[in-house]
Structures are given as structure tokens and as C-alpha cells.
Nanobody, 120 residues
Framework: VQLQASGGGLVKPGGSLRLSCVAS????????IGWFRQAPGNEREGVSC????????IYADSVKGRFTISADNAKNTVYLQMNSLKPEDTAVYYC??????????????WGQGTQVTVSS
């Protein structure tokens, strides 16, 4: 099982980025996938999650209305579209596989992180 996150970078406040998480070694629609982030000095926090068998999604209050999670099961890829980015969104972003087909909060595999920096 592997998860490969990419798409981070430096963007100005108000800008957009799309993160990708390519999964291998398992069938995406059998599991939920979540995005998490960790800023320096902060604990890791959940950002969003998608249950790939039914498309159900969950968002942290801090990103609702700005971020959109989606999945392309044919490509075994989960995306996180991030719009209206704020400096407080700066963090290393990780994708992780949930141990279940729904967003249970239990992650069993993690990808490497991708850095997102929002700064003018």
C-alpha cells in the first residue's frame, strides 16, 4: 500500500492549489481517504475525508466552502482543491487511508507530506 501526495507549493493569499493523492496497492473505492495538515508547532488536524464507495464527504469547519475533496477511482487518485487560501492554511498536507470504507477517523496508511505555503 502506498499513497503519494503532490501539488503543494507557494501561493499568495486568495490563490488556489490542487493537491493530488495517488493510491497504489489497493482499490480506492473500498476505502475512505482523508487529507490532514500539520503546521509548525501545531498538532496534526483533519482537513477533509471522502468515502469513495458512496462519495460522502467531511470537512473541517476552517475549510468549509473553500476546499473540495473529490476522487477519480479510475485513476486511483483523490484530490483536494483549495481555493481562497489564507496564510493560516500554511502547513504540510498529508493524505491517509482510512481503515474502513467510511470516514471512521482511523488511518492505517499515510503518504508523505506536501508543503503548502500561503504568503504574499
Amino acid at each position: 500500500v502506498q499513497l503519494q501526495a503532490s501539488g503543494g507549493g507557494l501561493v499568495k493569499p486568495g490563490g488556489s492549489l490542487r493537491l493530488s493523492c495517488v493510491a497504489s496497492g489497493f482499490t480506492l473505492d473500498d476505502y475512505a481517504i482523508g487529507w490532514f495538515r500539520q503546521a509548525p508547532g501545531n498538532e496534526r488536524e483533519g482537513v477533509s475525508c471522502i468515502s469513495n464507495n458512496d462519495g460522502n464527504t467531511i470537512y473541517a469547519d476552517s475549510v468549509k466552502g473553500r476546499f473540495t475533496i473529490s476522487a477519480d477511482n479510475a485513476k486511483n487518485t483523490v484530490y483536494l482543491q483549495m481555493n481562497s487560501l489564507k496564510p493560516e492554511d500554511t502547513a504540510v498536507y498529508y493524505c491517509a487511508r482510512d481503515g474502513y470504507y467510511y470516514c471512521s477517523g482511523y488511518q492505517d496508511y499515510w503518504g508523505q507530506g506536501t508543503q503548502v505555503t500561503v504568503s504574499s
